[in-house]
């Protein structure tokens, strides 16, 4: 089945920017979605279409896709950012959604 | 506005079948270009894709959760239903319904399901 895959963990000092990379074969093909979530929270839409970002997002979260990776940026990480954050996209055939394991942003 | 809430029971026992209802505000499940999705999210873990039905009605499933799923639409009521059947403790999650259409995709707040005898 297919996969995306992601780094389990990314840490950054406040202030600085931070990179969470996500990849899979179909991304080339298929729009990705990022989203933040806190304990006890539901998911909040990020970016959706790679880099679109829904009104009321802030502007320091930003998307990007090359190749087969996208990437979810936070610029000027602050310490509320600290969150799980899951890619979604679907396989080539655009058939089957996916999630990635989720990467835990650390601000230190 | 849209805005899905999913609804359902708190508790299910083992090997009892579970179903689960998104009601869906502010767009029409007759739209053309729009599908609802199930996911779910076991306690401190990560998300999981479980099914998709697409406008059209055409649906899909996890790979790994196939035989035990099945989802369905009733446009009139603005209603996605999923069933599960024969659940196990390992089923106990917080379970999302999401639409995704053209623009960006909503969410529903998610309900807590615990399998307990």
């Known amino acids: 089945s297919y996969e995306l895959t992601q780094p389990p963990s990314v840490s950054v000092s406040p202030g600085q920017t931070a990179r969470i990379t996500c990849s899979g074969d179909?991304?080339?093909?298929?729009?990705a979605y990022w989203y933040q979530q806190k304990p006890g929270q539901a998911p909040l839409l990020l970016i959706y279409?790679?880099?679109e970002r829904p009104s009321g997002i802030p502007e320091r979260f930003s998307g990007s896709s090359s190749g087969t990776t996208v990437t979810l940026t936070i610029s000027g990480v602050q310490a509320e950012d600290e969150a799980d954050y899951y890619c979604?996209?679907?396989?080539?055939?655009?058939?089957?959604?996916?999630f990635g394991g989720g990467t835990e942003l650390t601000v230190l | 506005q849209v805005t899905l809430k999913e609804s359902g029971p708190v508790v299910v026992k083992p090997t009892e079948t579970l179903t689960l209802t998104c009601t869906v505000s502010?767009?029409?499940?007759?739209?053309?270009?729009?599908?609802v999705s199930w996911i779910r999210q076991p306690p401190g873990k990560a998300l999981e894709w479980l099914a998709h039905?697409?406008?059209?009605?055409?649906?899909s499933y996890s790979t790994s959760l196939k035989s035990r799923l099945s989802v369905s639409k009733d446009t009139s009521k603005s209603q996605v239903v999923l069933t599960m059947t024969n659940v196990d403790s390992v089923d106990t999650a917080t379970y999302y319904c999401?639409?995704?259409?053209?623009?960006?995709?909503?969410w529903g707040q998610g309900t807590l399901v615990t399998v307990s005898s």
């Open positions: 179909a991304l080339p093909k298929q729009y």
């Open positions: 039905i697409f406008s059209n009605d055409v649906k």
């Open positions: 979604q996209s679907a396989d080539r055939s655009g058939t089957y959604l996916v």
């Open positions: 999401a639409l995704f259409g053209q623009g960006a995709p909503h």
């Open positions: 279409k790679d880099t």
């Open positions: 502010g767009f029409s499940l007759s739209n053309a270009t729009m599908g």
